[in-house]
């Protein structure tokens, strides 16, 4: 039983470019949530994505948007890359209200 | 809105020591988690709260729910090599609820 993946591991952008970011979840998982992680920092919620709606949203600007498959893969894209963006992006699946299993990350770099 | 602050944000102690961490909010959670992260990996559940008051252990790890839903504490005792790494705690107010997460403790074993 595979668990969260996410692809790629890693990314080099530069600013004013715009990504993608994948994630699959773990089998049997319907809801994904997307975190940014700044080095030397926890985990911040971007948003939460349930039938293919964002039900959930953190205190994150419009540049950076999402989407869910019916297969229940998801997107994050962010648009308009700030060297601030530079950070581990993590992914979070769940079935129902059940734990909530993390995904190994992208690291994304913006130059 | 909703912050932890986890103390310390770094320790080093020597194998074979117990080890103690804690958090606390400016605002109650009904679910209280401690999470593990590896170099290179995500976080990793390895305790969850869900009573004020509820003292749960997994192993060498002993953690408890705050009586008044703003505290939580993690215990690890005999430490081992592969104890290092950083250490979350993360508060939710529902289940299916954002993940509030703590700046992290760094536990780093002296050789």
């Known amino acids: 039983d595979a668990g969260v993946t996410q692809s790629p591991t890693h990314l080099i952008k530069t600013r004013g470019q715009q990504v993608t970011l994948r994630c699959s979840p773990k089998?049997?998982?319907?809801?994904v949530s997307w975190y940014q992680q700044a080095l030397g920092q926890g985990p911040q919620f971007i948003f939460q994505?349930?039938?293919?709606?964002?039900?959930q949203r953190g205190n994150f600007p419009d540049r950076f948007s999402g989407h869910q498959f019916p297969n229940y893969s998801s997107e994050l894209n962010v648009n308009a890359l700030l060297l601030g963006d530079s950070a581990l992006y993590l992914c979070?699946?769940?079935?129902?209200?059940?734990?909530?299993?993390f995904g190994p990350g992208t690291r994304l770099l913006v130059l | 809105g909703q912050q932890l602050n986890q103390s310390p944000q770094s320790m080093f102690i020597q194998e074979g020591e117990d080890v103690s961490m804690n958090c606390t909010s400016s605002?109650?959670?009904?679910?209280w988690l401690w999470y593990k992260q590896d170099p290179g990996e995500g976080p990793v559940l390895l305790i969850a709260?869900?009573?004020?008051?509820e003292l749960t252990s997994n192993g060498r790890l002993t953690a408890q729910f705050g009586i008044t839903r703003k505290d939580s504490f993690l215990n690890i005792s005999a430490s081992i090599p592969s104890d290092v790494g950083i250490y979350f705690c993360?508060?939710?107010?529902?289940?299916?609820?954002?993940?509030?997460f703590g700046k992290g403790t760094r536990l780093h074993i002296l050789p």
């Open positions: 979070a699946t769940r079935r129902g209200r059940e734990t909530q299993y």
């Open positions: 089998s049997g998982h319907d809801t």
């Open positions: 994505y349930y039938e293919e709606e964002e039900r």
């Open positions: 605002s109650i959670f009904n679910t």
């Open positions: 709260l869900y009573k004020a008051g």
């Open positions: 993360a508060g939710q107010l529902h289940r299916d609820d954002k993940i509030i």
